[in-house]
């Protein structure tokens, strides 16, 4: 079944659709951040106020969950935010497409945070790391249980970056195909003579409210993803079990 999609494709040579979107995503979140820190002063006002209050909500998320060592990961999680949710939104700019609506971007980001806690967890703790996968203390005599635990949580591991995926995806493909057919529902009310036009006039009205359920979906799902990762980086490298 062919999915219908608002957006125009983009034949450039050598670089596919969802790759060009992304870039976009980034070009944005540039440009913002240029007109943000245009012209900084030490009472913020504007696009710089805006900022730093997410900067802040982020980085206090990420010292509780964390703790003092949260501050060397402040830029993954700035530009997984970021990313995400500009990514997310795109997809409401006619002609444009939202990048983490191909599950290739969504496992891509998913796989780098797996990657990324599970190496940190082992540069902190060397071989230690794997303890984090059994239940310390246990008898001696409840080893397979230790074993059979340490399994588990391996399995789990490997999961994670199927579900952080996945949840992405699901909720921007979904917002995407709606999006889409609503817009083709707007391009047949306009050609549609007499009453025919009252059996779709309700998608013209419903559009500015999906739009927003769109950008709100898009900014609880890039702030899901978000808290998941810190909480997958707090359980690699901080020194409780």
């Known amino acids: 079944m062919q999915i219908v999609k608002e957006a125009i494709e983009y034949h450039i040579p050598h670089i596919p659709t969802t790759i060009l979107m992304s870039l976009t995503a980034w070009f944005v979140i540039f440009v913002f951040f240029i007109l943000a820190v245009r012209k900084i002063s030490l009472i913020p006002s504007g696009l710089q106020n805006f900022f730093e209050m997410i900067f802040e909500g982020i980085f206090n998320l990420a010292d509780e969950i964390i703790g003092n060592e949260a501050k060397k990961y402040?830029?993954?999680?700035?530009?997984?935010?970021?990313?995400?949710?500009?990514?997310?939104?795109?997809?409401?700019?006619?002609?444009?497409?939202?990048?983490?609506?191909?599950?290739?971007?969504?496992?891509?980001?998913?796989?780098?945070?797996?990657?990324?806690?599970?190496?940190?967890?082992?540069?902190?703790?060397?071989?230690?790391?794997?303890?984090?996968?059994?239940?310390p203390g246990l008898p001696v005599w409840m080893f397979p249980v230790n074993i059979l635990i340490f399994f588990i949580e391996i399995i789990s591991q490997f999961v994670r970056p199927f579900s952080l995926s996945l949840r992405l995806f699901c909720n921007v493909f979904a917002k995407e195909t709606l999006l889409g057919v609503l817009g083709v529902l707007v391009i047949t009310f306009f050609s549609l003579p007499g009453l025919l036009k009252?059996?779709?006039?309700?998608p013209v009205f419903l559009r500015p409210f999906i739009?927003?359920?769109?950008?709100l979906i898009g900014l609880v799902q890039a702030l899901i993803f978000l808290i998941l990762s810190i909480i997958y980086v707090g359980g690699a490298v901080k020194s409780e079990h």
């Open 198 to 202: 009252s059996i779709v006039i309700m």
């Open 211 to 215: 739009i927003i359920l769109a950008v």
């Open 74 to 135: 402040y830029p993954l999680f700035l530009g997984i935010f970021f990313f995400i949710f500009v990514s997310n939104i795109l997809g409401i700019v006619p002609g444009l497409i939202s990048p983490t609506g191909n599950i290739n971007v969504p496992i891509s980001l998913a796989i780098i945070v797996f990657i990324y806690y599970n190496l940190q967890g082992f540069v902190k703790y060397k071989i230690g790391y794997l303890k984090h996968f059994i239940v």
